[in-house]
Nanobody, 116 residues
Framework: QVQLVESGGGLVQPGGSLRLSCAASGRVNSINDMGWYRQAPGKQRDLVARITRDGVTNYADSVKGRFTISRDNAKNTVDLQMNSLKPEDTAVYYC??????????WGQGTQVTVSS
């Protein structure tokens, strides 16, 4: 089992920045990919960004150039730096990991609200 704990959400004005962090514990040696997803009210949960153990990243088109995902394999953490935030970035953000055998784990989610 892998446990994920997110932190760093909150309320920010448009154009502002937030940094989300996710810390993994438990069977961390089994973790392969790590990533962030988000779900706005009434919408499906979508990929924001993900990163492999080797540091290969991919991003949703809507966040390219504004968000940066990073990972510390020694600390078993994955961060999401979010800049130039827009109201449409408002959502619950979830940390997700996938093990080397394909098992998926989710964090509990952290609310990000972009509003003036």
């Amino acid at each position: 089992q892998v446990q994920l704990v997110e932190s760093g959400g909150g309320l920010v004005q448009p154009g502002g920045s937030l940094r989300l962090s996710c810390a993994a514990s438990g069977r961390v040696n089994s973790i392969n990919d790590m990533g962030w997803y988000r779900q706005a009210p009434g919408k499906q949960r979508d990929l924001v960004a993900r990163i492999t153990r080797d540091g290969v990243t991919n991003y949703a088109d809507s966040v390219k150039g504004r968000f940066t995902i990073s990972r510390d394999n020694a600390k078993n953490t994955v961060d999401l730096q979010m800049n130039s935030l827009k109201p449409e970035d408002t959502a619950v953000y979830y940390c997700k990991t996938r093990s080397v055998v394909g098992t998926i784990y989710w964090g509990q989610g952290t609310q990000v609200t972009v509003s003036s």
